[in-house]
């Protein structure tokens, strides 16, 4: 291989690497401001959220598949989770007999939520044969429906809710050892675990197995079938987590939340390298394709950009992604 080849083969593996690294520099030179620790660290603090959702889809995604339902169940989760956090004292509690819970019980009944509506998704996916696309969709608008009309009972009846524990919002906006975000450290460890587990774990190398050929896997013995339910409970696991740690964050829930989420988690992969053929993909490309997302939202905004041109530029950003995964998947047939 010449030299022209190494260095085209070498920029087409880094691409994303060198487009964070342009972005932040450019959005740095036009406003110098936007490098002081209080925008970085909001900038992490939004990519936080966004991360655990991403990877929950990049499992899905991994695996051959799709979740349309992850933004919508997160959102029913943040709401989930608001209302078992409410202070004893607070005037529009949601639950006004319920006492006082500990902090973790709010954020394991989003979790079971979630994973009730992955475990649906799994089996109408592996037991019916529906697509996942049409399975994760209809989810979608019924997890929507069932959020608006628990949101909407007696004595809430549709009004925002707050009036979080502190132990609870110390989730989302707590500082460990006084500077770094609590949630960003949940977010890191995340990304951490499912890196090990995607990388060294047998379970890891059976998901690459499935989405990369699935009926190779099966003659090879894997229960394709059990792989992405297993696939499916885990990303269930993320949007639940995500939803509680985004009510914490933003100290508040609503049945709005979470809308498109499922989309920028699906975009974070495709742009991170997450090949959505399935059979390709790392954490550390799901990272830097969370944070260019983050980067375009927040430094557009910040160097006072029109925002309309973020879905332009977003929109850009995944149709290439797309296409050097096409021509890449077609040089691997």
Request: hydrophobic share 50%; aromatic share 12%; net charge positive.
């Amino acid at each position: 291989m010449d030299n022209k080849s190494k260095a085209s083969a070498f920029f087409g593996k880094y691409a994303i690497y060198f487009i964070f690294v342009f972005l932040f520099l450019l959005v740095s030179v036009i406003n110098p401001r936007f490098l002081s620790v209080r925008v970085i660290k909001d900038v992490l603090m939004q990519s936080s959220v966004k991360l655990i959702v991403a990877l929950g889809m990049m499992f899905v995604i991994l695996s051959g598949n799709i979740d349309l339902s992850g933004g919508r169940v997160l959102g029913f989760a943040a709401v989930v989770a608001g209302s078992l956090a409410q202070t004893g004292d607070f005037a529009r509690k949601f639950y006004p007999n319920l006492p006082e819970l500990p902090f973790f019980v709010p954020v394991i009944a989003a979790i079971l939520l979630s994973m009730t509506f992955a475990l649906v998704n799994g089996l109408v996916i592996t037991k019916l044969g529906v697509a996942a696309f049409i399975a994760t969709l209809g989810t979608q608008l019924a997890a929507y429906g069932l959020n608006s009309i628990y949101y909407n009972q007696e004595p809430n009846n549709s009004q925002p809710i707050g009036g979080f524990k502190k132990s609870f919002s110390y989730l989302g906006t707590g500082q460990i050892a006084g500077f770094f975000p609590c949630v960003l450290a949940i977010s890191l460890v995340c990304a951490a675990i499912v890196h090990i587990v995607m990388r060294y774990h047998r379970f890891g190398r059976l998901v690459f197995a499935v989405g990369g050929n699935s009926e190779a896997a099966i003659v090879s013995g894997i229960n394709t079938k059990k792989v992405i339910l297993t696939v499916y409970l885990i990303a269930g696991f993320f949007f639940g987590l995500g939803g509680a740690l985004e009510a914490a964050r933003t100290g508040g829930a609503q049945n709005n939340y979470g809308l498109s989420y499922e989309f920028d988690a699906i975009s974070a992969c495709t742009v991170g390298g997450v090949s959505m053929n399935g059979g390709v993909g790392a954490v550390p490309g799901v990272i830097i394709g969370v944070l260019i997302f983050i980067l375009i939202q927040y430094g557009m905004n910040f160097i006072g950009i029109n925002p309309y041109w973020q879905n332009v530029v977003k929109g850009a950003l995944i149709v290439i992604a797309v296409a050097i995964d096409a021509r890449k998947y077609a040089k691997r047939r």
